[in-house]
């Protein structure tokens, strides 16, 4: 029997400013691979004969002759997910969706595919493979929460590695705090489960052997359980970098409570991860109460964040606009904010009331959901589904969009760089020996196409040259200051700031030995 597995491309990946796909090059390459598909495939029986796509990278192949297609669905893949269910379903295929939106919303795809699994998987597959076999799947199956011990090696024999840039690991699932814009512990839980160290360790080391030396350790908030995470921490220290391995550069994402302990901040350094994302969301202590976010309270945000970066960890951070408490003046407040952080990368966007929050229940009750084709899976624009307190929704809109461009116009984007650069601490010696920083690394070259088209034109090639120009002050955060500036050429390269054509420019230091 054959399965075809897919992974949408996300709303955004149609428009400019994907987060997770490499732009303006010519093959696609992805930023992360598709942990998702690999461990959904991973769980079904030897015998199966499985394809995977990962949309990021290839476009979806209709012509794949498999009877079963099965589809693995976020609020972001929502639409596009539903588009290639019915065209395989026209076809006569048999489609299967499942994955976290379906989990959330299956009343949404219920007319949309012959099968939804609701839930996390592991706790059905065996019989779900039975049913399979038999022909004689259930519309519907509602799992439990998995055992993280007992999740399977991720099938990335299957996949297209040679066209990411980085492995994925899921280390835990769940989140113990109470943002109530957050879908995800009402999809995962608030009780944290974690895998068990050995098994991320063979993970990583898996990852390694297919030429992986960046690595994202998927968790909703690696640090939050701190016997857990130093357990970790001390096992990747302990096997990155040594017995002759070349380094591997690890990312995460956690909460800014990181910056009370500066013992595990250094621990994530000895470690190798080099790079958190943490969501800020706002200055405006008003919205972060009405967020129900408690751990941004109380402190001074840029104090905090500027002691995270010293201690070695590039941060990459989540802005939000669209709060009650917000009127017109969040826009302007928001940038400047934004600008007095070491942060390269920002992340800006509205917020939105995703389906089963506690969030989405007040708008409902209060009668301000909107629903209309550009909203109808939040979270997937730069639209929201409800309206605003303060302003209109197209206000909104037209704001967090200036927002955006203003953060990301090149000159404001050296400003940050260079903030960055003064803060930062190195990696420690072991993770930053220079025969290993200039090796290539699995999506070199798609990041050298990138960086070369980009200086193409003036604005990106002064941040490539300013970029450039700290690495050479500052050899031992070269990698780091790449890293930074791949995913800043990335993300925006379609905003107005990279619109004219220009002449090309020297590559950062970290690549210019791959050229």
């Known amino acids: 029997m054959k399965l075809y597995i897919i992974a949408p491309l996300p709303d955004f990946g149609h428009k400019a400013g994907a987060s997770s796909r490499l732009l303006n090059i010519d093959e696609a390459y992805a930023l992360n691979a598709s942990a998702g598909i690999t461990t959904v495939a991973a769980l079904l029986d030897d015998d199966l004969e499985i394809r995977l796509c990962d949309e990021m990278i290839e476009p979806v192949d209709f012509d794949d002759p498999s009877d079963i297609v099965a589809i693995s669905i976020n609020v972001a893949q929502a639409a596009r997910g539903i588009s290639i269910a019915r065209r395989f379903r026209e076809m006569g295929r048999?489609?299967?969706?499942?994955?976290?939106?379906?989990?959330?919303?299956?009343?949404?795809?219920?007319?949309?595919?012959?099968?939804?699994?609701?839930?996390?998987?592991?706790?059905?597959?065996?019989?779900?493979?039975?049913?399979?076999?038999?022909?004689?799947?259930?519309?519907?199956?509602?799992?439990?929460?998995?055992?993280?011990?007992?999740?399977?090696?991720?099938?990335?024999?299957?996949?297209?590695?040679?066209?990411?840039?980085?492995?994925?690991?899921?280390?835990?699932?769940?989140?113990?705090?109470?943002?109530?814009?957050?879908?995800?512990?009402?999809?995962?839980?608030?009780?944290?489960?974690?895998?068990?160290?050995?098994?991320?360790?063979?993970e990583a080391q898996f990852l390694y052997d297919l030429g992986y030396r960046s690595v994202n350790l998927s968790d909703d908030n690696f640090t939050v359980n701190r016997r857990k995470s130093r357990a970790m921490l001390e096992a990747l220290a302990a096997w990155n970098g040594r017995e002759g391995r070349a380094p591997v550069e690890f990312a995460t994402q956690c909460s800014i409570d990181l910056a009370r302990d500066a013992d595990l901040i250094e621990l994530c350094r000895q470690a190798g991860l080099r790079e958190v994302f943490i969501g800020i969301e706002t200055s405006n202590e008003e919205a972060l109460k009405e967020a129900q976010k408690r751990q941004n309270l109380r402190q001074n945000l840029v104090e905090t964040i500027s002691r995270v970066v010293s201690g070695g960890l590039v941060v990459s951070?989540?802005?939000?606009?669209?709060?009650?408490?917000?009127?017109?003046?969040?826009?302007?407040?928001?940038?400047?904010?934004?600008?007095?952080?070491?942060?390269?990368?920002?992340?800006?966007?509205?917020?939105?009331?995703?389906?089963?929050?506690?969030?989405?229940?007040?708008?409902?009750?209060?009668?301000?959901?909107?629903?209309?084709?550009?909203?109808?899976?939040?979270?997937?624009?730069?639209?929201?589904?409800?309206?605003?307190?303060?302003?209109?929704?197209?206000?909104?809109?037209?704001?967090?969009?200036?927002?955006?461009?203003?953060?990301?116009?090149?000159?404001?984007?050296?400003?940050?760089?260079?903030?960055?650069?003064?803060?930062?601490?190195?990696?420690?010696?072991?993770?930053?020996?220079?025969?290993?920083?200039?090796?290539p690394s699995k999506g070199a070259s798609g990041v050298l196409k990138l960086i070369r088209k980009s200086a193409r034109n003036p604005g990106a090639r002064r941040v490539i040259d300013a970029v450039n120009d700290l690495a050479h002050q500052r050899p031992e955060i070269a990698r780091d200051l790449s890293t930074a500036l791949v995913n800043y050429l990335n993300t925006y390269s379609g905003h107005s700031g990279f619109a004219d054509p220009g002449v090309t420019s020297a590559l950062p230091q970290h690549y210019a030995a791959t050229a």
């Not at 996949?159 to 980085?166: G, K, Q």
């Open 317 to 439: 951070g989540g802005m939000m606009v669209g709060f009650d408490s917000d009127d017109l003046s969040c826009f302007e407040r928001q940038f400047e904010f934004g600008m007095s952080l070491p942060i390269v990368n920002m992340r800006p966007s509205v917020l939105v009331a995703p389906v089963a929050t506690p969030l989405y229940t007040r708008m409902q009750a209060e009668g301000r959901l909107v629903v209309d084709p550009e909203t109808i899976f939040p979270g997937s624009g730069i639209s929201t589904n409800f309206i605003p307190a303060q302003m209109t929704r197209e206000e909104l809109t037209e704001g967090a969009l200036w927002l955006t461009e203003a953060l990301y116009a090149p000159d404001n984007a050296i400003v940050r760089f260079e903030h960055m650069a003064r803060l930062l601490a190195p990696a420690p010696a072991h993770l930053t020996r220079e025969s290993e920083t200039l090796t």
């Open 94 to 202: 048999t489609v299967i969706v499942g994955g976290p939106h379906v989990s959330l919303s299956p009343e949404t795809f219920t007319d949309e595919a012959d099968c939804l699994v609701i839930g996390e998987f592991e706790t059905v597959a065996e019989q779900f493979c039975a049913d399979l076999k038999a022909g004689a799947l259930k519309p519907r199956y509602r799992c439990g929460q998995a055992d993280m011990a007992m999740t399977p090696m991720p099938r990335w024999d299957l996949y297209p590695n040679d066209r990411a840039l980085t492995g994925v690991i899921q280390t835990s699932r769940g989140c113990p705090f109470e943002c109530n814009f957050c879908d995800v512990i009402q999809y995962l839980g608030r009780i944290q489960r974690h895998k068990p160290v050995e098994r991320v360790l063979a």
